[in-house]
């Protein structure tokens, strides 16, 4: 993960501006600017210093390099959304993820795209594990009676009752599976995702938000689950090809 990164991603699992991270490390917050945008690079114990003053600890890991998921990014991005989920998930699966999404494009509660289905609409390499839709809502009580309304079936699973990092799954008559997700680690839901998301269109009748690519990131890396962990590195490696 590039230093910039690093110093966003913690930032924004802290909740604090860039001035009120220079006022908590005692750096200028001009500083915190040029090293967040790469265009200053600083050395990885003033990294490590941000981190901490964060709240975080800075954890350094060595893997074997993976250039394939390089070139397995370059690949998705040069197709159109639609075709990247058709690449990744089976025919069926395609069918259901974009019947989720209809819905939620369809819908007057504003959410945002997250998950391993908004990942791979950005050009994510790494193939979902099913075509469940997650996201979050902007109101989630709006959002519970709009799901009601519409005849969704709840599905009743432990992940459903957390305090933290909350997955309330909804299916879709016809094939589909929505799933809210509450009280995410490493950000603070809605509003937080709302800023850095872009409209993205996966035809010309659905068009939903996704969440930034590096707020993908910290909400995997943030996880208490092992296989949204796994995810990280496809995640890096498209946050580099896109934003670099």
Known sequence: MRTQDVIRIA?????????????????????????????????????????DRCGLDLV?????????????????LSLSPATRLKRLLSAREAADAKRALRWLANTRTPSVIIGQVGAALLGAPQRPEGPHVEFVAADTVAMDHALKADH??????????RESDAREPWTLPGGGMLVLARNLPGTDDYRDLRRSASRTAVNAKIGVL????????????????????????GLQALLEATYS
């Open 152 to 161: 969704l079936a709840p599905v009743d699973i432990e992940d459903r009752w």
């Open 210 to 233: 996704v969440a930034h690519p590096r707020d993908l990131l910290r909400i995997a890396d943030a996880s208490p689950r092992e296989s949204e962990r796994a995810r990280v590195p």
């Open 11 to 51: 930032r924004d699992r802290a909740g604090l501006t860039q001035q009120q991270l220079a006022e908590r490390s005692g750096r200028p917050r001009e500083t915190i600017v040029r090293w967040e945008s790469g265009s200053q690079l600083p050395s990885l114990d003033a990294v490590s210093a941000l981190v």
């Open 60 to 76: 350094l890991r060595l893997a074997k390099r993976d250039s394939t998921l390089n070139d397995r990014v370059g690949e998705q």
